[in-house]
């Protein structure tokens, strides 16, 4: 899979996917990731046994599409940031991400479910360097969509997640920062009574400074029933 990212001066840049890892349990308030384990755990959902969590998923999930096939009704997404290093490691860039999660699968498994689903990423990025000092306060927001009627699901800052900056010097450390690879952030929280088994899913960043958006979309394509 090679990526194409549109920067904001009008250049474009190619990165071919080698490597990619989404994190989990990435909350920047560790106190609460811990409750959310515990609250998962009564759901049946294993505990990890290290947070913040990094699993590596097959780098042909990484995928920049509009249309995102689900085996059955127990699929969605999770609103991210995503960290994306091209030929030159120490200048990565920062795109959107919707990590699409097989629901039924995660009971049995985090890392299964992440290996089960696409991770849908923007066609826009930032060059990391040139947002580092405002992170912050770009907003995170999910939005999801039930026949005509779409509905904010999530909706938070980049404060609320471990910064680019922890990943980048983890992958530095473990000999991973190298040209294709992709970093998913984790995710935010959702809002409560709404129902995120959805028809479609869009997310953005936003960054106040400057006004710009970087936004991804697509619909949840319910594969046919198996014969057999």
């Known amino acids: 899979m090679t990526l194409e990212l549109a920067l904001p001066d009008g250049s474009t840049r190619s990165v ?14 560790q106190e609460e990731v811990a409750a959310h384990v515990a609250e998962l755990a009564e759901l049946g959902v294993p505990a990890p046994d ?17 249309r995102v096939p689900a085996q059955h009704g127990r699929t969605s997404g999770e609103a991210e940031w995503a960290l994306v ?13 919707c990590d699409h999660t097989d629901r039924a699968l995660e009971v049995h498994g985090v890392a299964w479910s992440k290996n089960a689903g696409l991770d849908v990423l923007g066609r826009k990025a930032w060059r990391l360097s040139e947002v580092a000092d405002r992170l912050d306060d770009i907003t ?46 984790g ?3 959702m809002r409560s009574g709404v129902d995120q088994f959805a028809d479609a899913w869009r997310v953005e960043l936003h960054d106040p400074a400057t006004g710009d958006t970087i936004g991804l979309a697509y619909e949840v394509d319910r594969l046919p029933e198996p014969i057999g």
């Open 16 to 29: 071919e996917v080698h490597r990619v890892f989404n994190a989990g349990y990435a909350g920047r308030a």
């Open 50 to 66: 290290t947070v913040p969590a990094l699993y590596p998923v097959s780098p042909y999930l990484a995928s920049q599409t509009d």
């Open 85 to 97: 290093v091209g030929d030159d490691v120490t200048d990565p860039l920062l795109t959107v991400a």
């Open 140 to 185: 995170l927001r999910a939005w999801v969509r039930h026949g005509g009627t779409e509905e904010l699901v999530q909706d938070a800052t980049l404060a609320a997640l471990l910064p680019p900056g922890y990943w980048v010097g983890l992958l530095r450390e473990r000999g991973w920062l190298v040209p294709g690879t992709v970093l998913l952030s």
């Open 187 to 189: 995710t935010v929280a």
